[in-house]
């Protein structure tokens, strides 16, 4: 009987655990894929063609910039190498993001030429 409870409360253990860690993984926060979600939603309104945009996270360089631009606040500054996809094909390019910070998102995608 007590190999039973004791079997018993370490299961209910180990699934509380699990069960605990499981909304902290969920709600991670990730300014890159902001980023890459705001700078598709800008594209496709400006470009028909516009297919994808995908930011190389290992060329990426943050800032913590924790700063008002104008009459928003600014937490982080992304900059790096990104891939661009039209109907011409991908191309390289250059990109810059302005992030507010968790509760606030993006503020600014822009690419520029390589």
């Known amino acids: 009987m007590g190999v039973r ?8 253990l ?3 655990g699990a069960a605990a ?3 902290r993984s969920a709600t991670r926060f990730d300014g890159i894929r902001d980023c890459e ?8 309104r400006h470009d028909a063609t516009f297919r994808r ?3 190389n996270r290992a060329e990426v360089q943050v800032d913590k910039f924790a700063d008002q631009v104008g009459q928003n ?23 810059i ?7 606030r998102g993006v503020l600014f995608v822009y690419t520029l030429p390589e």
């Open 53 to 55: 945009f995908a930011i």
């Open 37 to 44: 979600r705001a700078g598709a939603l800008q594209f496709k």
């Open 14 to 16: 180990v699934l509380a």
């Open 97 to 103: 993001c302005l992030h507010g910070g968790i509760n």
């Open 73 to 95: 606040f600014v937490a982080t500054i992304y900059h790096g190498k990104a891939s661009y996809e039209a109907a011409q094909g991908p191309r390289n390019t250059r990109f």
């Open 21 to 23: 860690a499981a909304p």
């Open 5 to 12: 409870l004791l079997l018993a409360a370490g299961a209910a």
